[in-house]
Nanobody, 122 residues
Framework: QLQLVESGGGLVQPGGSLRLSCAAS?????LGWFRQAPGKEREGVSC????????NYADSVKGRFTISRDNAKNTVYLQMNSLKPEDSAVYYCAASRNYYCSGFAIQGYNYWGQGTQVTVSS
C-alpha cells in the first residue's frame, strides 16, 4: 500500500509563497496536487508525469505555481508564489494510475495523502 505524506502548509499573507512537499513510500507514476476549500468540491491544481517532463496546471494557478519531483527521493513539490486568499484550502497529494498526466479526474488517482492546510490571509 503506497503512502503519501504532505508537508509545508501553513498561514501566509497574500502575495507570499509556500512550498509543499509530498513524500511517497515507494515507486510512483504521475503525481498530482489537488485542493479542497470548505463547502467546495476537490479540484485539481497540478500534475506531473513520471519523468517530470510533462506538467499540467489549472488555469487559476498558471504562472504562480510550479510542480516538480525528485524521483530519487520519491518526493513531489508544489512551489506556490503570489498566493491569494482564494488559494486557501486543504492541499492533497495523489498518485496516478498512469505514467503521464491524464487530467484531474479524481478516479484517475488511486492513492491520496492526508492533506495539509494552506491559509492565505492578512
Amino acid at each position: 500500500q503506497l503512502q503519501l505524506v504532505e508537508s509545508g502548509g501553513g498561514l501566509v499573507q497574500p502575495g507570499g509563497s509556500l512550498r509543499l512537499s509530498c513524500a511517497a513510500s515507494g515507486f510512483t507514476l504521475a503525481l498530482g496536487w489537488f485542493r479542497q476549500a470548505p463547502g467546495k468540491e476537490r479540484e485539481g491544481v497540478s500534475c506531473i508525469s513520471r519523468s517530470g517532463s510533462s506538467t499540467n496546471y489549472a488555469d487559476s494557478v498558471k504562472g504562480r505555481f510550479t510542480i516538480s519531483r525528485d524521483n530519487a527521493k520519491n518526493t513531489v513539490y508544489l512551489q506556490m508564489n503570489s498566493l491569494k486568499p482564494e488559494d486557501s484550502a486543504v492541499y492533497y497529494c495523489a498518485a496516478s494510475r498512469n505514467y503521464y498526466c491524464s487530467g484531474f479526474a479524481i478516479q484517475g488517482y488511486n492513492y491520496w495523502g492526508q492533506g495539509t492546510q494552506v491559509t492565505v490571509s492578512s
